[in-house]
């Protein structure tokens, strides 16, 4: 681990990769105190006023070099990487060649990484737990923190769980919402624990991190553990939108999939190393009233 504040972020070059992205887009409307650039790929950007768009292609090894050199950032937060898009091979490739950029060039690196890493048998989990994927975007996950950290020993590696918006609905509510629409079935484990975290409290703490030079491994995550029915449900009240019948809990045994259960994140230490508190659902409400 670093230490606080080792330069002043006002006006230091910040690069977001996935600007277009859920969580890219919430850190580039954040960034006040930073020069902010964010990476587009086939997705159009929303305008954010002071911010830069660059187009790159991530996995284009020439394209990345072009990037760097024109913004030439001080630091950068990777959060392109998800599990949309399918394509899990290039997910480790490209935090290999970001990590192994950044290190060349002295920049600070922030990869984001998740709670996916886990097998769900051992919670609650600490930045010291040992991961263990049961599937390939885990994997793929796993793979990446283990080139980030032996490429770039001076990265910092966050771990996150589910991100959610209150302002409308993320992109896991907004397919909930629309299945009370079909009435098709659907399924809500009760045996799936995450810890969901409010994504602009979880940008807030990425910028703030983004500041110091902390390096190794983070817990970031929301402080209260829910289960897959307890969370739909309360998303589906803070939208004002009724349950309807089609929609019912299940449990992960019964179903034929291959799913982590309990992915308790234990961010506790990220907490007494960092002033941005980490808010509960309700804290995180009280903020957009
Ligand atoms: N969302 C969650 O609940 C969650 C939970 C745990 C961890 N995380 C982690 O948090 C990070 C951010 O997640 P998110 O939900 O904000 O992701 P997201 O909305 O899916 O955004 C990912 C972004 O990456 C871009 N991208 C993909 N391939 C690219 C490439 N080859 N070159 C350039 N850009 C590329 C995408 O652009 P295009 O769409 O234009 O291709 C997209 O803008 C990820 O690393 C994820 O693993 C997320």
Redesign the pocket.
């Known amino acids: 681990m670093g230490n606080r504040l080792q330069f002043s972020a006002m006006n230091a070059r910040l690069l977001i990769?996935?600007?277009?992205?859920?969580?890219?887009?919430?850190l580039l409307q954040q960034a006040h105190s930073f020069t902010a650039t964010g990476?587009?790929?086939?997705?159009?950007a929303t305008s954010i006023p002071d911010v830069a768009f660059h187009v790159?292609?991530?996995?284009?090894t020439q394209e990345v070099k072009i990037l760097l050199d024109r913004v030439r950032p001080e630091i950068i937060i990777?959060?392109?990487?998800?599990?949309?898009?399918g394509?899990f091979s290039?997910?480790s490739r490209?935090a290999g060649l970001l990590a192994m950029q950044s290190a060349e060039r002295y920049i600070r690196f922030i990869?984001?990484?998740?709670?996916?890493v886990f097998d769900g048998t051992a919670a609650p989990y600490l930045e010291t737990s040992t991961p263990r994927p049961i599937n390939p975007?885990g994997t793929a996950?796993a793979q990446s923190e283990n080139l980030v950290h032996s490429l770039n020993p001076q990265a910092l590696i966050v771990?996150?769980?589910?991100?959610?918006d209150l302002r409308s609905p993320?992109?896991?509510t907004s397919q909930l919402i629309h299945a009370t629409t079909t009435g098709v079935p659907y399924r809500l484990f009760t045996d799936e624990f995450?810890c969901?975290i409010w994504?602009e409290n979880l940008a807030e703490a990425l910028l703030e991190l983004a500041e110091t030079n902390y390096a190794g491994i983070l817990n970031l995550g929301g402080p209260q553990p829910f289960n897959r029915w307890e969370w739909g449900l309360q998303m589906l009240q803070h939208f004002g939108i009724p349950l309807t019948p089609n929609i019912q809990p299940g449990t992960i045994e019964e179903s034929a999939l291959i799913r982590p259960k309990n992915l308790t994140l234990d961010s506790t230490s990220t907490q007494q190393l960092i002033h941005t508190p980490l808010l509960s659902f309700t804290e995180s409400c009280k903020k957009i009233e």
């Not at 990769?17 to 919430?26: Q, R, S, W």
């Not at 990777?78 to 898009?85: I, L, M």
């Open positions: 990769t996935g600007g277009a992205g859920f969580l890219g887009t919430h990476t587009l790929h086939r997705t159009a790159c292609d991530l996995e284009q990777h959060t392109a990487g998800s599990d949309q898009g394509n290039a997910i490209v990869h984001l990484s998740t709670d996916q975007y996950k771990r996150t769980s589910l991100l959610y993320d992109r896991q995450r969901p994504v």
